[in-house]
């Protein structure tokens, strides 16, 4: 089946330094993969949508300078929390659509624990 | 704007006993409904989802899952639970736009508890 490899599974930065995120789809093309993030004991709240080639799309209240997101390729998205801070510490999920399935749902990654210091 | 309500925060079922966590959504549309599950630590897994066609939806695992329109409900059910279902469970809802998938908008999640 459809898998989406997320690294690192854990990080922990000092304030004020950047992390990499990577979200890869291993076995299939996808267009457009998702950033999701999620709070202890919360739900998954959508934070923005990747588009390889193109710029991503962030929701309301997501600040783009804050989270960047790069998607070079088909198979490949990027999170960068730039200048950390403590309340950056979150879970983050990305998840992706198979373009050569129609109405593919979306396959999550096993999520990336980070802890700002 | 979209919306999905999982109106129990915490279930604890017996061990063998039959599960029905529920899920009611808002969306303009058709919607695309989905039930995921999280171990703790861990990403998202699919148990199953409802495009479109028959309104009984069977999953992975021995879920199913009903759409009923009139309702806005896709309520989760399994006949008899083990002690490895104990997770959160996320209903979610989505659409499709341009050929592809949008970004889900979830749930805040039931916990699943089983007593032995």
């Known amino acids: 089946g459809a898998v989406v490899s997320q690294h690192p599974s854990w990080v922990i930065c000092k304030s004020g330094t950047s992390v990499k995120i990577e979200c890869r789809s291993l076995d299939f093309q996808a267009t457009t993969m998702f950033w999701y993030r999620q709070f202890p004991k919360q739900s998954l709240m959508l934070m923005a949508t990747s588009n390889e080639g193109s710029k991503a799309t962030y929701e309301q209240g997501v600040e783009k300078d804050k989270f960047l997101i790069n998607h070079a390729s088909l198979t490949l998205s990027t999170l960068t929390v730039t200048s950390a801070h403590p309340e950056d510490s979150s879970f983050y999920i990305c998840?992706?659509?198979?373009?050569?399935?129609?109405?593919?749902?979306?396959?999550f990654g096993n999520g990336t624990r980070l802890t700002v210091t | 704007a979209q919306s999905v309500t999982q109106p129990d925060i915490h279930i604890t079922v017996s061990e063998g006993a039959s599960l029905e966590l529920r899920c009611n959504y808002s969306y303009g549309a058709t919607p695309y409904l989905f039930w995921y599950v999280q171990s703790p630590g861990q990403g998202l897994q699919l148990l199953l989802k409802y495009f479109s066609g028959d309104t009984l939806v069977q999953g992975i695992k021995g879920f199913e899952a009903e759409f009923k329109r009139s309702q806005s409900s896709f309520n989760l059910r399994k006949p008899s639970v083990h002690w490895s279902d104990a997770a959160e469970y996320f209903c979610?809802?989505?659409?499709?736009?341009?050929?592809?998938?949008?970004?889900?908008?979830f749930g805040k999640g039931t916990h699943l508890i089983i007593q032995p």
């Open positions: 998840s992706a659509s198979n373009l050569g399935e129609n109405n593919s749902p979306l396959h």
């Open positions: 979610a809802v989505g659409s499709y736009s341009g050929g592809g998938a949008d970004g889900l908008t």
